[in-house]
């Protein structure tokens, strides 16, 4: 009998009562072809002896036919339905009908065979592969809607830049205006890149030690001029020389998209507080601003990719930046957690291990 780990075959096809049903099928055979050969012969008549091999012969023939019919009817049965129920099924699944399950040859799981392993498995695949493929579709329809707002606009502005009638205050405003559109392209496809290749695993982690305080100071410094423009006050809490084994640059990515959104979502005079503080095993990093904050249904689907809870700043993102933040994270084998509450600010929380 085959052995599964799962535990799901209960009755397998080469089983021994197969073995039985074959050994009482063909001794049977022998034994009545003997009986017979030896009841209605006569051994000193030669010509007696002739013709009862002939008919012994005929009749090994005939009970060879019948058992070749009860094989039939049991192959039919127990191979040959099952295995066109399974061609059938995954016909479906080839011409794209995902979702589609095959039913099982036994309804009770203490006779599972092994057809009724294959069966299960292709229907837990055909049920996967109907939620990416609804990703996927998801995922094209959300990129095709993303690329053409900033094509939209570069497109419109390149044309009016096109007029002799602009002034060159005008003029430096459309530019102005494709340029933050070229950007905002760019930055989108570079996020659906990096996603993709993190997603698919083409990104390793290069782990090294370095400092995390030194790390995320050097990343609220290239904020600098935004904090002072959006007049928002900067409060930091970190200590000194938290030392960690990760990957620096993937970090780095981190940190950035969590200043950019504390800094989006915050109003003028409003506050960002980032501290980065340390135990014995883990490194806790937090970023806290006092804008508009998120619903509680926001939170749960805010690490997805291309949802935007705050429509109102849809313009300024593409709802890219968490669902990367968070499979860095995973990736460094570390946890993301986010608390807010409508108009009370958010608090994303980063806990990462401090070794590999």
């Not at 900033?150 to 205050?169: G, H, R, V």
């Not at 609220?220 to 900067?234: K, M, S, V």
């Amino acid at each position: 009998m085959i052995q599964k780990e799962n535990g799901k075959v209960k009755n397998s096809l080469l089983s021994i009562k197969d073995y039985l049903l074959f050994f009482i099928l063909i001794a049977g055979s022998v034994t009545a072809s003997f009986i017979l050969f030896a009841t209605f012969t006569d051994f000193r008549n030669s010509e007696g002896l002739s013709i009862s091999a002939v008919l012994t012969f005929g009749n090994v023939m005939f009970i060879t036919l019948i058992c070749t019919a009860i094989y039939g009817v049991w192959r039919y049965f127990f191979i040959v339905k099952p295995v066109n129920r399974i061609l059938e099924g995954t016909d479906k699944i080839r011409n794209g009908q995902f979702g589609e399950t095959i039913p099982l040859i036994h309804k009770n799981a203490n006779n599972y065979n092994e057809f009724d392993v294959i069966i299960d498995n292709l229907n837990i695949m055909s049920k996967e592969l109907q939620g990416i493929e609804t990703l996927r579709t998801d995922f094209i329809s959300n990129v095709s809607h993303e690329l053409k707002t900033p094509l939209a606009s570069i497109q419109n502005y390149a044309a009016l830049m096109q007029s002799e009638d602009l002034s060159e205050a005008e003029r430096k405003e459309y530019s102005k205006t494709i340029m933050e559109s070229a950007k905002h392209l760019t930055e989108l496809i570079t996020n659906i890149l990096r996603l993709n290749k993190l997603e698919n695993q083409t990104i390793y982690a290069k782990n090294q030690e370095f400092d995390l305080s030194e790390q995320v100071v050097q990343c609220i410094l290239g904020f600098e001029d935004a904090w002072e423009e959006n007049q928002i006050n900067l409060e930091t809490d970190i200590d000194e020389n938290v030392h960690i084994t990760a990957d620096e640059e993937l970090l780095s990515i981190v940190w950035n998209n969590l200043l950019s959104n504390a800094l989006k979502f915050t109003p003028a005079h409003g506050t960002v507080t980032v501290t980065v503080k340390q135990t014995e095993e883990q490194a806790v990093v937090t970023v806290c601003d006092s804008g508009i904050g998120m619903s509680e249904e926001t939170a749960k689907h805010i690490f997805e990719k291309f949802y935007q809870g705050d429509t109102s700043h849809a313009t300024k993102g593409n709802g890219l930046g968490l669902a990367l933040v968070k499979r860095i994270v995973d990736i460094e084998h570390g946890t993301i957690a986010v608390n807010a509450a409508p108009n009370q600010g958010s608090t994303f929380t980063v806990t990462l291990p401090r070794k590999q």
